[in-house]
């Protein structure tokens, strides 16, 4: 029989929730951190992919995921003169293939319910450092918990933990473009099983993503985004919106009237994103997930989707051996190569869609649906969207 773990689980997102989910399924005696006093949602509606809701599946919670979220069955982008720069449909991959196009609220109400223990879970408590010895946490009141015998940090892009660990990370570094997103209502949007993208060269673009259901209100949601240099972002304002939506009549005159409700810039929310890379998600009795571990810019819509894959990786490891340092070795090469493939391409690719150089969206524009067009990089770009893409010599 398994041995059973007294587990900290510092963070309440996707990764803590699913590692919760996981970890209290197998017996093990966990104790949950949350810094906010309420837990809810943070960040736009996003896209799941199928190797994600193959995790959720493995939780029991598909069907409930699938009842709260809008079936997604093709990636559609265009440039401003209306060139496909992106068209990729799900089907192409398998005939029963798809996406899901889900609010953050949605995906963290159905974990949370999910998790019986939910109401003991630690709210308001910022866990800031590890102890010396490396079993106990310390909170910014000067609290102690623990000792535990695993420590599993699932607490952000902009993790505390891992400032306490500067030997482990190799990249930390803040993107210089962002984003500002709401959502709108999708009852007149004719699209409502694409994601449709616009591409003002690579400086601007803007998405709208079918999100199905809102936790907190009725009716059928869009997630809407328009991705802008970062201080653009910092800096938004009245005038910022006046701009916004002069670009978006510019760029996308279908979906100005979507945006006829947005009268303030308050009603905007403002995303700055993270790269960061470390030479090991394993530090002692502590391991990293989710964004934690490998925050990465959003172009290919895969935060959420690493984050229930590495929660999954991590009960598999624990459950293949009782012992913790040899597990968390086993969870280590489970994750290492497909991490690193998402982090290069992520890398690299985004410049294509946010960089200031306007040569590479001519050379996007042109070259990037006639190459996906081919066979092989079609089923390889494929794998990428739906988060299977392996190294190439796995």
């Not at 925050?295 to 929660?311: F, I, K, R, T």
């Not at 092989?376 to 969207?385: H, P, S, T």
Request: hydrophobic content about 45%; some cysteine.
């Amino acid at each position: 029989m398994q041995d059973r773990l007294r587990i900290a689980i510092v963070g309440y997102g996707a990764a803590g929730q699913a590692a919760a989910l996981f970890l209290s399924a197998q017996g093990h005696a966990l104790s949950v951190y949350e810094q906010a006093a309420a837990p809810g949602p943070v960040g736009a509606g996003f896209l799941l992919q199928p190797t994600g809701l193959g995790v959720l599946a493995r939780l029991g919670l598909h069907d409930q995921v699938l009842a709260q979220g809008q079936r997604i069955e093709r990636l559609h982008g265009v440039n401003r003169h209306g060139r496909r720069v992106m068209d990729m449909c799900y089907a192409d991959h398998a005939s029963a293939c798809f996406g899901l196009g889900l609010t953050r609220g949605s995906l963290f109400t159905v974990l949370r319910d999910a998790y019986r223990d939910a109401p003991r879970i630690h709210t308001g408590v910022c866990i800031e450092a590890l102890s010396e010895d490396g079993e106990h946490l310390r909170d910014s009141q000067g609290g102690v918990h623990g000792p535990f015998d695993l420590i599993v940090v699932a607490d952000g892009a902009h993790s505390r933990l891992r400032q306490g660990v500067s030997q482990q990370v190799r990249r930390q570094a803040m993107y210089r473009w962002g984003a500002l997103w709401c959502l709108l209502p999708a009852e007149q949007w004719p699209h409502r099983t694409e994601l449709r993208q616009r591409y003002g060269g690579t400086r601007e673009m803007i998405g709208l993503l079918p999100v199905g259901q809102r936790a907190d209100r009725g009716g059928h949601w869009l997630t809407f985004y328009f991705s802008l240099p970062g201080e653009q972002v910092d800096a938004f304002d009245a005038a910022g919106l006046a701009r916004l939506q002069e670009r978006v009549a510019a760029l996308w005159p279908e979906a100005v009237p979507l945006l006829d409700g947005i009268t303030s810039p308050d009603q905007l929310h403002r995303a700055r994103y993270r790269d960061v890379v470390l030479r090991s998600p394993v530090h002692g009795r502590m391991v990293f997930l989710g964004d934690a571990a490998h925050a990465m810019s959003p172009q290919l819509g895969q935060g959420v989707n690493m984050a229930l894959l590495d929660a999954e990786a991590l009960a598999d490891a624990l459950a293949a051996t009782p012992q913790v340092d040899v597990a968390l070795q086993d969870y280590r090469r489970r994750r290492r190569d497909h991490l690193a493939v998402y982090q290069w391409m992520s890398r690299w690719l985004t410049p294509l869609f946010q960089s200031d150089h306007d040569g590479l969206a001519r050379l996007r524009d042109v070259a990037f649906h006639p190459l996906s067009r081919l066979p092989l990089a079609r089923g390889q770009m494929l794998k990428i969207l739906m988060g299977t893409k392996k190294a190439w010599w796995r």
